[in-house]
C-alpha cells in the first residue's frame, strides 16, 4: 500500500486548521494547494472537503496534491469565484483565508446563504482587517473569537457565525476585536503594539500638517488601557 507524504502546516495554517469543527464539511476557498483540506481530510478532522480557487494553476496544483494524497473521492476541487460555484449545506466550516478583507466580505456578500447559524466562518485576512470586523458585525455576524496566529509576521484569525443581530463597534473594537471575543496572549499584545506604531506615525504626521484629530488622542487612551492589562509573562523578554 502506498505511503502518502505527510502535509505540513506554517503557523498560520495550523491555527486556522486548529479552529475547524470536526465532522463538518470544509470549503476552503482560495485553497492555493489545498493543502488545508488534504491535512484535515487525511488526520479525520473532517470526513469531506471543497477546495475552490478563481484561477486554473493553483487549482491544477490543488487537484494534483489531491491525487497524489489519495483522496478524488474526498476533497473536490472547484473552479469558481469566491463561494459563486459551491451550494451549502447547514452543518459546514468556510475557510476563507490569505485574502484582503474587502475581499473576503465581497465573497460573503456575494452568497447569501452563509447566514445560516449553522455555519461557522473561518477567516484570516491579510489586510483591511478593521473593514471586515466592521462589515461582519454590521450585517448580523458574530465574531465568537478571534486569536493572533503566526511566527515572524502575524495574522488575525477570526471564528463567526450568523446571528442576525447588528453591533456598531468602537474604533478600538475594530482595530483590535471585542473585549471577551479576543484572546489576549502574547502574540496579541504583540499584535496591538505593531499596529499601534503604525497608526502613531500617521497620527504624528497629521499633528505636523496641524491635522490633529481628538478621535485620535481618544484612540490612544483606550489602547494605553488595553496595554495595561498585559502581564509581565506576555511581554517580550529584551
Excluded at 460573503?108 to 470586523?133: C, N, S, W, Y
Aim: glycine share 10%; with cysteine; charged share 30%.
Amino acid at each position: 500500500m502506498k505511503e502518502h507524504r505527510q502535509i505540513r502546516l506554517d503557523a498560520r495554517l495550523s491555527a486556522v486548521a486548529a479552529s475547524v469543527r470536526e465532522g463538518v464539511r470544509l470549503i476552503d476557498v482560495g485553497t492555493d494547494h489545498a493543502y488545508l483540506p488534504i491535512r484535515l481530510v487525511s488526520d479525520g478532522t473532517v470526513p469531506r472537503a471543497v477546495a475552490s480557487d478563481i484561477a486554473q494553476g493553483p487549482l491544477r496544483k490543488a487537484r494534483e496534491a489531491v491525487r497524489e494524497a489519495g483522496l478524488d473521492g474526498r476533497v473536490e476541487t472547484v473552479l469558481c469565484d469566491g463561494l459563486s460555484g459551491i451550494s451549502l449545506s447547514p452543518l459546514c466550516d468556510i475557510v476563507i483565508a490569505g485574502m484582503g478583507g474587502e475581499t473576503i466580505a465581497a465573497i460573503l456578500e456575494g452568497k447569501p446563504e452563509v447566514k445560516h447559524p449553522d455555519i461557522r466562518l473561518i477567516l484570516q485576512p491579510m489586510t483591511k482587517v478593521a473593514f471586515l470586523r466592521g462589515f461582519l458585525c454590521g450585517n448580523g455576524f458574530s465574531i465568537d473569537s478571534e486569536r493572533i496566529a503566526g511566527e515572524g509576521k502575524l495574522y488575525p484569525i477570526l471564528l463567526c457565525r450568523y446571528t442576525g443581530e447588528r453591533v456598531e463597534l468602537s474604533p478600538l473594537e475594530l482595530a483590535f476585536g471585542r473585549e471577551g471575543s479576543r484572546v489576549e496572549d502574547a502574540l496579541f499584545f504583540r499584535y496591538v503594539r505593531e499596529k499601534l506604531r503604525a497608526r502613531e506615525l500617521a497620527a504624528e504626521g497629521r499633528a505636523r500638517a496641524g491635522k490633529e484629530k481628538e478621535e485620535d488622542r481618544l484612540f490612544f487612551e483606550e489602547a494605553a488601557r488595553l496595554l495595561a492589562r498585559e502581564t509581565p509573562s506576555d511581554r517580550p523578554r529584551t
